[in-house]
């Protein structure tokens, strides 16, 4: 979980300033610029192994590649180098918000949202391996520090005028 400490004087003024700034902070481009980054982390992190959903670390092993035809099966998780259809299909969507914009990320086409279901679940003696955090899971912390990073260059640049 991402901590922050905050001065309540300095956000006081701070949020002055930003609804002098406009009544939505964040822009088009902004909301943008996060589902961009957060599908290219989510996708070095799918990559490498790694969950993208905190807390779940590794994505589990194949437990024995030799029973697969021609033992050609690795250990490593399926499509790991992000050829496949599914990883393909991970979108963004704006929402317009009281705030400018949304950013939803996730799979939009029905047959992806099925595939997206197997992942979470596990199906055909497949091990679970979700990718889009649900209900109150959420993204690991490199992701959230990127979008807070995104957020906070919107914020000063506005602040600065």
Do not use: W
Not at 23 to 37: E, F, M, V
Not at 82 to 101: A, E, M, R, T
């Amino acid at each position: 979980m991402l901590k922050l400490s905050l001065n309540a004087d300095k956000l006081r003024a701070l949020t002055v300033k930003l609804r002098e700034a406009g009544s939505k902070p964040i822009d088009r481009d902004t909301a943008k610029l996060i589902g961009t980054t957060t599908i290219k982390l989510m996708r070095e992190l799918i990559a490498s192994g790694n969950s993208p959903i905190y807390g779940k670390g590794q994505f589990p092993k194949y437990k024995d590649p030799k029973r697969y035809p021609g033992k050609k099966k690795s250990h490593e998780p399926v499509n790991l180098y992000l050829s496949g259809d599914f990883l393909k299909s991970l979108d963004y969507k704006l929402i317009p918000d009281k705030i400018g914009f949304k950013t939803k990320v996730g799979y939009f086409e029905d047959d992806q949202l099925v595939k997206e279901q197997g992942h979470r679940n596990g199906t055909n003696k497949q091990p679970k391996r979700p990718t889009i955090p649900k209900g109150k899971e959420e993204y690991v912390k490199a992701i959230r520090s990127a979008i807070v990073e995104i957020y906070q260059k919107r914020i000063n640049k506005l602040l600065k005028g």
